[in-house]
């Protein structure tokens, strides 16, 4: 799977859009943008992912640049409860001899301020 | 419902015992898998199964072996307990035919002394 890089820390106001930006220069055709977080002493939570178009749901936002060797995730209009660490992953969906393997890095601890 | 649960949450053992943790899943994936988180916050796979078949195994030492009685449910049973075993291990389950996303449980925090 390929690399990712990430700022180690930000931090957001409550209620300003938080923008996690992610570096994945390496990324093949085939491989995916996820995102997860992980909130202090709770499992990790999926929040998005995406190939190549802009993604959004419930929880965010995921902006990937067009030769894909960037990625963005927005959170609008973050609030304290968002405050966690931020992992961009890249990984096959499916297939291969990755398969199911999420490489977790350091992430970006992102803090969520009054 | 808790989607993926594990079960203990917490346990603390004394170093040689034998300990399990057991995992089951309610969202009919066909794929589980234990991570473990160290000290220093790393993630790192152990175990993949799909359909009760071990598909990932990331050179764990053979103290740790995991049994998948059926689709829902992935237990990991460790021998031997050693300090360095210490870690908070989490269990997780997807779909292969989904797009694999993967849902995590909320950890089992293991001590080791």
């Known amino acids: 799977d390929a690399k990712t890089t990430q700022p180690t820390s930000m931090d957001c106001a409550e209620g300003r859009a938080a923008n996690l930006p992610c570096n994945h220069s390496?990324?093949?055709?085939?491989?995916?943008v996820y995102w997860y977080r992980q909130i202090h002493s709770q499992g990790p939570q999926y929040i998005i992912h995406?190939?190549?178009n802009n993604e959004t749901n419930e929880m965010a936002s995921l902006i990937i640049t067009e030769d894909r060797k960037s990625s963005t995730l927005i959170l609008p209009h973050a609030t304290l409860r968002d405050t966690a660490v931020y992992y961009c992953?890249?990984?096959?969906?499916?297939?291969?001899?990755?398969?199911?393997?999420?490489?977790f890095g350091q992430g970006t601890i992102l803090t969520v301020h009054p | 419902d808790t989607a993926v649960s594990q079960t203990p949450k917490y346990l603390v053992t004394q170093m040689g015992n034998d300990k399990s943790i057991k995992c089951e899943q309610n969202l009919g994936h066909d794929t589980m898998y234990w991570y473990k988180q160290d000290s220093k916050k790393f993630l790192k796979i152990m175990f993949s199964y799909n359909n009760k078949e071990l598909i990932i195994n990331e050179t764990v030492p053979n103290r740790f072996s995991p049994k998948s009685p059926d689709k829902a449910h992935l237990n990991l049973h460790i021998n031997s307990l050693e300090l360095g075993d210490s870690a908070v291990y989490f269990c997780?389950?997807?779909?292969?035919?989904?797009?694999?996303?993967?849902?995590f449980g909320e950890g089992s925090w293991l001590t080791v002394v």
């Open positions: 992953i890249v990984r096959v969906a499916a297939g291969g001899t990755s398969y199911g393997k999420l490489t």
């Open positions: 997780a389950s997807s779909q292969k035919s989904s797009g694999n996303t993967i849902y």
């Open positions: 995406g190939l190549k």
């Open positions: 390496t990324i093949s055709g085939n491989e995916y």
